[in-house]
């Protein structure tokens, strides 16, 4: 029973550091005034003190000795942690600063907290708020090496031209699936990310409701050396990958190196004749967001759509129809509707005969054992979000073009994930 007591005791003192410290980011993260405009806010970073050059504690140099002793290192860094959006469940596999216990906090703050836990000595300023084309560059230019962790291509855009602008190295990397990439943009004389991707990629091409999802520990690996070459950048050893990239490739677990272009002369940004000379808006210029959220697409008219609640009434009446699930067959695996037909999206788009044949016959014979009297027979097509289920319709328009007199082809809005939070809560979201 004492022991009991001794150990929750220990336990709550714990708890009570632990809120003592919270207490303190969030009482830093209140000076910064999050309640006022951007401006405000950035300005207001901007004055945060210039880094002493101070002498590390007897504890720091124990605990850092088996790195101090490296020649190459030194003791003084800043952290700042940008990120505009709050811990989800989803993010756990992965991103290993988030806990739990931090889903729905501010991630930003969470990882301050969970780098402060580790080392309280580390001075870490989290910003939560989304990096855009007024505030990056103000931000950006107390720093003295940015480390590109985003998922979009606004932001990279946002990025690079922000580190050109202040002529700040960009240590950049990305994961997808089974693979990741790391570059090192606009040091010691190479290229920045505009001088290999002059021009955004079409948004279609990027907003893709399957964005394909990643491996939890390639982007532990990538961030792993990007924290390598930070260090080494800081340090004055150097990177080794300015006008390279390093390819992790998990399935075969091998990393190998390519030579990239140099820097332009013609580059808008870097170039010798910028075009770019102080940041513009990002996602105008891409025609997408600048987040990992999907982007809603609006490629058909709303006589062509119908949302969740419909569908479910169309259900509950026994409205014959066929549903088409095109999402990818991983994702059809972790859930589906149980009377949808599946045809992935990819098919449709080389046209399959196979595929087309299936869905032809699926039609055929639910026509055929519905009333009589339907003169345009329902087709629906469902996918994860409602972006891929219209391009889908679009597709179906040209492939049963014939028989499109006699078929109502739609698409449902919000996809399955709109079924899941509308009508359906034990469907699984993912
Ligand atoms: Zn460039």
Same mark, same amino acid.
């Given at each position: 029973m004492e022991?009991?007591v001794?150990r929750?005791?220990?336990?709550?003192?714990?708890?009570?550091q632990?809120?003592?410290?919270?207490?303190?980011?969030?009482?830093h993260?209140?000076?910064?005034?999050y309640?006022?405009?951007?401006?405000?806010?950035?300005?207001? *970073?901007?004055?945060?003190?210039?880094?002493?050059e101070?002498s590390?504690?007897?504890e720091?140099?124990?605990r850092?000795?088996r790195? *101090?002793?490296?020649?190459e290192?030194?003791?003084?860094?800043?952290?700042?942690?940008?990120?505009?959006d709050?811990v989800?469940?989803?993010n756990?596999q992965r991103?290993v600063?988030?806990?739990?216990?931090?889903v729905g906090?501010?991630?930003?703050?969470?990882?301050?907290?969970?780098?402060n836990?580790?080392n309280?000595?580390?001075?870490?300023?989290?910003?939560?708020?989304?990096?855009?084309?007024?505030?990056?560059?103000?931000?950006?230019?107390q720093?003295?090496?940015?480390?590109?962790?985003?998922?979009?291509?606004?932001?990279?855009f946002?990025?690079?031209d922000a580190c050109?602008?202040s002529?700040?190295p960009?240590v950049?990397?990305?994961?997808?699936r089974?693979?990741?990439?790391?570059?090192?943009y606009?040091?010691n004389?190479?290229p920045c990310?505009?001088?290999?991707?002059p021009?955004?990629?079409?948004?279609?091409?990027?907003t893709?409701?399957?964005?394909?999802?990643? *491996?939890?520990?390639?982007p532990g690996i990538l961030?792993?050396?990007?924290?390598?070459e930070?260090?080494?950048?800081?340090?004055?050893?150097?990177?080794?990958y300015?006008?390279?990239m *390093?390819?992790f490739?998990?399935?075969e677990?091998?990393?190998?190196t390519?030579?990239l272009?140099?820097k332009?002369p013609?580059?808008a940004?870097?170039?010798?004749?910028p @075009?770019v000379?102080?940041?513009?808006?990002y996602?105008?210029?891409c025609?997408s967001?600048?987040t990992?959220?999907?982007? @809603?697409l609006h490629l058909?008219t709303?006589e062509?759509?119908?949302?969740?609640?419909e569908?479910?009434?169309?259900?509950?009446q026994d409205?014959?129809?066929v549903?088409?699930?095109?999402?990818?067959?991983?994702?059809v695996?972790?859930?589906?509707?149980?009377?949808?037909?599946y045809?992935p999206?990819?098919?449709l788009?080389?046209?399959?005969?196979?595929?087309?044949?299936l869905?032809?016959?699926?039609?055929?014979?639910?026509?055929k054992e519905?009333?009589?009297d339907?003169? @345009?027979?329902?087709?629906?097509?469902?996918c994860k979000q409602?972006?891929d289920?219209?391009?889908?319709?679009?597709l179906l328009?040209?492939?049963?073009d014939?028989?499109?007199?006699s078929?109502?082809?739609k698409?449902?809005?919000?996809?399955?994930?709109?079924?899941?939070?509308k009508?359906d809560? @034990?469907?699984?979201?993912y």
């Open positions: 022991a009991e001794a929750l005791r220990d336990e709550l003192s714990k708890k009570e632990e809120v003592e410290r919270l207490r303190a980011v969030s009482a993260l209140q000076q910064n005034s309640s006022g405009n951007m401006f405000a806010l950035v300005k207001q *970073l901007t004055e945060v003190p210039p880094l002493e101070k590390l504690s007897k720091e140099i124990m850092y000795s790195q *101090l002793i490296i020649p290192l030194g003791v003084k860094g800043r952290l700042g942690l940008l990120d505009y709050d989800e469940l989803s756990l991103q600063l988030h806990a739990e216990d931090k906090m501010s991630k930003a703050l969470s990882a301050a907290t969970t780098i836990r580790l309280s000595n580390v001075e870490c300023i989290p910003y939560h708020f989304q990096l855009n084309y007024k505030n990056a560059k103000q931000l950006i230019q720093y003295d090496i940015v480390v590109d962790c985003s998922d979009n291509v606004p932001t990279r946002l990025v690079n050109v602008l002529g700040k960009l950049s990397a990305s994961a997808l089974m693979e990741g990439q790391l570059t090192v606009n040091y004389g190479g990310y505009r001088c290999l991707y021009k955004p990629p079409p948004a279609e091409t990027v893709n409701c399957s964005d394909g999802g990643v *491996l939890g520990v390639v961030g792993c050396i990007q924290a390598l930070v260090l080494k950048i800081a340090s004055g050893i150097g990177s080794s300015s006008q390279q *390093l390819i490739d998990a399935l677990a091998r990393f190998r390519i030579k272009r140099p332009q013609t580059c940004v870097c170039g010798e004749n @075009t000379k102080e940041l513009i808006d996602e105008r210029f025609g967001a600048a990992d959220q999907c982007r @809603t058909l709303g062509q759509r119908v949302t969740v609640q569908y479910k009434q169309l259900l509950d409205v014959p129809h549903l088409v699930d095109v999402r990818p067959q991983v994702e695996d972790i859930c589906h509707l149980p009377h949808s037909i045809v999206l990819a098919k788009e080389e046209k399959n005969a196979e595929y087309v044949k869905l032809q016959n699926n039609i055929n014979l639910s026509r519905a009333a009589a339907i003169v @345009t027979f329902p087709v629906y097509v469902i409602g972006n289920s219209q391009k889908a319709v679009k328009q040209e492939i049963l014939n028989e499109l007199c078929l109502s082809v698409d449902i809005q919000g996809g399955l994930m709109a079924w899941a939070r009508i809560p @034990t469907f699984p979201q």
